[in-house]
């Protein structure tokens, strides 16, 4: 398994369905903080083959926010909210290593 130096996190705290899966094959209903750099620069080529995070995420284009892509910063790194995915690509994300569970809630500032 290959080590990737930033992680997406996957929180389970606040289902709910978001749009389609990048997968395309289930609904996205766990919310997912990506790291900006894979949005801004690269993303890893397993991330890109797995189309993870890559779903039409309603909260994107529906106008809740003024950009709609909201910037969130933990622990020195920046990641992109209003992100999401289903059960099967979060499990496989996980096993894969390039995602991990959330420990905490979701960040409320992002709600």
Known sequence: MREFGC???IYKDLEDVYGP???GMDMAILPVLLPRHWLVEERPPEVEEHEFGKGFDFRRV????????FEHEMEGIEYMANFSCCRECADRAVMCGYAVWAEKSYPPVLR
Do not use: D, E, H, P
């Open 21 to 23: 899966c990048g997968c």
């Open 7 to 9: 992680k997406a996190i």
């Open 62 to 69: 529906s106008g809740f926010s003024c950009n709609k892509v």
